[in-house]
């Protein structure tokens, strides 16, 4: 059995980590508020840009007989080369954040393998950096610092190289993975496709009020330029998502392991006064049994 010493000294430091995860539950707490706040803006450029590319490409698509002629909206049924980002988190400490989106991956490789295609990882963050490179599984892109801290001009940097290999015909489809915000409490996985831009679930009401009004020659231009400006800011959202939710999955974390260490505490208290009470009552039969000794 523990002695008293050893008991206490538990204590001490169960308490101590007490301490630790409640701090990290309020610096997440901070943090999550100035991350969710960004993620409601960026969500509103996000949704008009949509908007504006959908309208203008439904419009090229009614106009056009042979629809899109593009490469950013052209399909390949079969694709042979796929390219894979996937955003994790550059930190632990929260709960199973990482795992489900290392999972997803997984799954999508066993998938896309299955049907002979070939899929090139691109990982940002740190800690699926570290699982694949356990796990020797060969990446293309190992971008780390870049989900703790979004940037838009590097996040830019980086999809402009995917885009560039997907118009050069390096690959044929790119796929975006992340675990994305819902709420203080839940966090869901997304995947999207970034590339080819799928413009058969593009609809448009006819009767709508734009006053949106574009010149023929320039409609080309104008799609391309919103549809690179689309990706770009697709990536960079992905980001600012993924922090929101590795915020509230590490606040989670914490509050539970403050509560877990709460209950061991008060295990270890009840330990440490039954270790007490026993060592009492041992004393009290010795210096009887002593004195009964004596007579």
Do not use: W
């Not at 100035?34 to 960026?42: F, G, I, P, W």
């Not at 999207?192 to 009767?207: C, E, R, Y």
């Amino acid at each position: 059995m523990a002695s008293l010493k050893d008991i206490q000294r538990k204590i001490k430091s169960v308490k101590n980590t007490q301490k630790t995860t409640r701090a990290m539950k309020l610096v997440s707490s901070a943090k999550l508020k100035r991350t969710e706040e960004l993620a409601k803006k960026s969500k509103v450029y996000a949704h008009k840009l949509t908007e504006l590319l959908n309208e203008i490409a439904q419009k090229m698509v009614s106009t056009n007989i042979e629809g899109l002629d593009m490469p950013y909206f052209k399909d390949i049924a079969n694709p042979k080369v796929v390219d894979l980002i996937f955003i994790t988190a550059d930190k632990g400490l929260c709960g199973g954040f990482n795992a489900q989106t290392i999972k997803r991956v997984n799954a999508l490789r066993k998938e896309y393998q299955a049907n002979g295609v070939e899929l090139r990882l691109r990982a940002i963050g740190r800690k699926g950096v570290d699982y694949f490179k356990f796990n020797r599984v060969d990446m293309i892109d190992q971008v780390a610092g870049l989900s703790s801290a979004p940037d838009f001009e590097k996040s830019s940097a980086l999809i402009g190289q995917v885009v560039e290999d997907y118009l050069n015909g390096k690959t044929d489809k790119i796929v975006l993975v992340h675990n994305g915000y819902v709420n203080m409490i839940t966090q869901e996985i997304r995947q999207a496709q970034v590339l080819p831009v799928d413009h058969t679930s593009l609809t448009l009401n006819n009767a709508s009020t734009s006053e949106l009004e574009v010149e023929p020659d320039n409609d080309n231009t104008l799609l391309e330029a919103l549809v690179k400006k689309y990706i770009e800011y697709t990536i960079y959202y992905s980001l600012i998502d993924s922090l929101a939710a590795e915020h509230s999955a590490r606040m989670q974390a914490m509050d539970s392991a403050t509560n877990n260490a709460k209950d061991m505490v008060k295990s270890l208290s009840i330990k440490y006064n039954k270790a007490r009470q026993e060592a009492i009552t041992t004393e009290l039969i010795e210096i009887i049994s002593g004195m009964e000794s004596m007579k």
